[in-house]
């Protein structure tokens, strides 16, 4: 039996991937399903988000998650006949303050050189 402790949208996922691949799954929420972090989220996959944080790793691991999610989203509107939306239409971000002009100045830096590494 697999054990999940938390009914956010990972949880829920591997769950129902397990259950997919026929393995026993108990999943545990101690609120309702699906809200949490996962409702605050708003549904957004954005490797590109405004961040401090710049880590190619974690950056691969982000973006390897949103270039999943359209067969994902394929595979589970099927098996629940609901409608899942995506789009990909972009994002705005606006820098109100030098602060914020700085730090999506690197931002930009780090996604430019994400998307073309340098050699070697």
Known sequence: ????????????????????????VTLFEQGQ??????????G???P?????????????????GYELWPDFAAALSAASAV?????TDGRYFVALD????????KQYRFHQEAKNPPPG
């Open 1 to 24: 039996m697999i054990v999940i402790i938390g009914g956010g949208i990972f949880g829920l996922a591997i769950g129902w991937t397990l259950a997919r691949a026929n393995c026993p």
């Open 33 to 42: 399903v699906g809200h949490g972090a996962t409702w605050a989220a708003a």
């Open 44 to 46: 957004m996959l954005m």
């Open 48 to 64: 590109w988000k405004l961040s401090g944080a710049f880590n190619q790793d974690l950056f691969d691991l982000q973006r390897a």
């Open 83 to 87: 409608e899942l939306h995506f789009e």
């Open 98 to 105: 030098d602060k914020v002009a700085r730090r999506l100045y």
